[in-house]
T-cell receptor, first 114, second 111 residues
Framework: DAGITQSPRHKVTETGTPVTLRCHQT?????MYWYRQDPGHGLRLIHY???????DKGEVSDGYSVSRSKTEDFLLTLESATSSQTSVYFC?????????????FGPGTRLTVL | SQKIEQNSEALNIQEGKTATLTCNYT??????LQWYRQDPGRGPVFLLL?????KEKRKERLKVTFDTTLKQSLFHITASQPADSATYLC??????????FGTGTRLTIIP
């Protein structure tokens, strides 16, 4: 499973509250990704990181921010959660230099925004 | 923008038959294409990768084809088993660090 953990695994929160999801890897891989998965939309990229303090936006980045202050942790923050952000969030890593590598996914975080 | 379609949301196949899943894309051809399997409540798991200059790849009972003229990849599972029941996702890379995923096909193998 490439040593990827996500926390929390489940969270219920209220609209307007800040939420931070954590992705942790144990093997110092350079590339890390955050996706959300919704019925009818599949997996959509939110943000990704190609090194400490190096991040870039994906296709659905509005309302989300990320930080990577050390190689092993990639944090996803919802500054003010909305009901449309109810989803399952997956973190992923690649084990090489990014371009042609497969992705290894964490177990997911199920977030419900009431 | 790039659009990826997987043939159907759900597919039921009799055990022992070959299951064939389709991934179609529009516009630009990807540098390579991957197939993943996802079980309920779990993250996707990589199965196979095929590059734009390859026609076919095999791994045990799995076979992937890639036709850049038709803009299509086919994913075959031969001698299907109930344990093959899962959602299968195709993912395309267009020459950068990102993958674009299809919405998936939920495959059920009926004993």
């Amino acid at each position: 499973d490439a040593g990827i953990t996500q926390s929390p695994r489940h969270k219920v929160t209220e609209t307007g509250t800040p939420v931070t999801l954590r992705c942790h890897q144990t093997e110092n891989h350079r590339y890390m990704y955050w996706y959300r998965q919704d019925p009818g939309h599949g997996l959509r990229l939110i943000h990704y990181s190609y090194g400490v303090k190096d991040t870039d936006k994906g296709e659905v980045s509005d309302g989300y921010s990320v930080s990577r202050s050390k190689t092993e942790d990639f944090l996803l923050t919802l500054e003010s959660a909305t009901s449309s952000q109810t989803s399952v969030y997956f973190c992923a890593i690649t084990t090489g230099q990014g371009l042609t590598d497969t992705q290894y996914f964490g177990p997911g975080t199920r977030l419900t925004v009431l | 923008s790039q659009k990826i379609e997987q043939n159907s949301e759900a597919l039921n196949i009799q055990e022992g038959k070959t299951a064939t899943l389709t991934c179609n894309y529009t516009n630009y051809s990807p540098a390579y294409l991957q197939w993943y399997r996802q079980d309920p409540g779990r993250g996707p798991v990589f199965l196979l990768l095929i590059r734009e200059n390859e026609k076919e790849k095999r791994k045990e009972r799995l076979k992937v084809t890639f036709d850049t003229t038709l803009k299509q990849s086919l994913f075959h599972i031969t001698a299907s088993q109930p344990a093959d029941s899962a959602t299968y996702l195709c993912a395309l890379n267009f020459g950068n660090e990102k993958l674009t995923f299809g919405t998936g096909t939920r495959l059920t193998i009926i004993p």
